[in-house]
């Protein structure tokens, strides 16, 4: 029935993990198509507790914009699941554009070629497209993430950032080291950004997976920011100069293909 929320036994979750963020999301979960406004009675029902623990996780949430009070002392979604939302719909239409990109790319070099997206510290591969020629063995799969200093497309998404804030970003992520010939010294990343913004891409060699030749290059949207990055991992001892150079030109031109369509998409 419309405004109902199905009562819930309470969980043993909430005794032996009592974390907010996990009440927090479980309210928001509480929405559906049928159930546009929730009170503070169904939640405290729906999580087990005292009416006044409901109502103040539902305050929580309402300071942070999540939630906003609505008519009847009730609540609704706010105006910061909007913005989520808007942003969700901008990651999901790049991935979009970009996928019969990532899917030439792959077939043109015969190599791996991803798709990535940087969250602060955090890189994430949304997605990848294998070569029928060769595959490679990398760390990452679709929807994986990994620290922002190691590779080249975790480097190449935080190459064009102020350089106060990428300092900032460095200092307040775990460097981790996957290999020898990861680098985890900020002063000495800083360089590389520097090396990455003159040639227009970043080329790493088994600084993430052992043998592993990265070539990444950014993705930029209307207002000409960095948004995204395309790369093609590679066994490195099987490239060639020639056709390192070759992997290159080519990761750049999807770079540029998928930027222009996303620059016409932003208007």
């Known amino acids: 029935m419309s405004g109902q929320v199905e009562p819930t036994m309470p969980s ?15 309210i928001l979960n509480m929405f559906t198509d049928d159930v546009p406004v929730i ?15 409901g109502y103040r996780y539902l305050q929580s949430l309402v300071t942070k914009r999540y939630l906003e009070e609505a008519p009847g002392g009730r609540f609704r979604l706010g105006m910061r699941v909007l ?13 979009d554009v970009a996928l019969p990109v990532l899917a030439d790319l792959a077939t043109n070099v ?11 510290g955090v890189v994430t591969c949304l997605d990848r497209a294998e070569s029928d020629v060769h595959r490679v063995r990398i760390s990452y799969e679709r929807g994986s993430t990994l620290p922002v200093n190691a590779g080249a497309s975790a480097q190449v998404l935080l190459a064009w950032s102020d350089a106060e804030e990428a ?3 460095l200092a ?19 360089k590389r950004f520097e090396t990455i913004r003159h040639d227009g891409y970043a080329l790493t060699r088994s600084e993430l ?4 030749l990265g070539i990444a290059a950014p993705i930029r949207d209307g207002g000409e920011k960095v948004i995204a990055a ?11 100069a020639q056709l390192e150079r070759e992997i290159i030109d080519a990761v750049r031109a999807a770079a540029a293909r998928i930027t222009e369509t996303m620059t016409i998409v932003d208007g």
Do not use: C, K, W
């Open 209 to 212: 997976d052992h043998d592993v």
């Open 83 to 95: 913005e989520l939302a808007r942003l969700a719909r901008r990651a999901h239409r790049l991935a």
């Open 12 to 26: 043993r979750g909430y005794r032996e993990r009592n974390s907010t963020a996990d009440r927090a999301l479980d």
């Open 167 to 169: 300092r900032a970003i």
């Open 110 to 120: 015969h190599e791996t070629a991803l798709l990535t997206r940087r969250v602060g």
């Open 230 to 240: 395309i790369s093609v991992a590679a066994v490195a001892s099987r490239v060639s």
């Open 39 to 53: 009170s503070a009675a169904q939640v405290a029902e729906h999580l087990g507790v005292a009416r006044s623990s």
């Open 172 to 190: 307040g992520t775990p460097l981790e080291r996957f290999t020898p010939a990861t680098i985890t010294d900020i002063d000495q990343l800083m």
